[in-house]
């Protein structure tokens, strides 16, 4: 269990250090997202330039990841929650 809250913790310092890096940039050094095409699950074809200028969430995991199995739910609440606003 303190080996999970480890790799846990490790990884959200690893997120802020990499936010906070970037953010330190100048705006002009900031490229857009390259574009890149994905499939949803009910099969419908998306382009990652169609979200331009948008709040969109990339999250890479997989389902033999229980820490990522168990982060979905608040994932899809947060999801919910702004919704209205965007996200």
Do not use: N
Not at 31 to 36: G, K, L, R, W
Not at 40 to 60: A, E, I, N, P, W
């Amino acid at each position: 269990m303190k080996r999970r809250h480890y790799v846990a913790l490790t990884g959200i310092a690893v997120s802020i250090a990499v936010g906070a890096l970037l953010a330190w940039q100048s705006p002009a050094v900031h490229e857009s997202a390259p574009t890149a095409a994905y499939t949803l699950l009910d099969g419908s074809q998306h382009r990652l330039d169609q979200l331009r200028g948008k709040v969109v969430l990339v999250s890479f995991w997989a389902t033999s990841c229980t820490t990522c199995v168990k982060e979905m739910p608040h994932i899809v609440d947060t999801h919910s929650k702004y919704r209205a606003r965007g996200y």
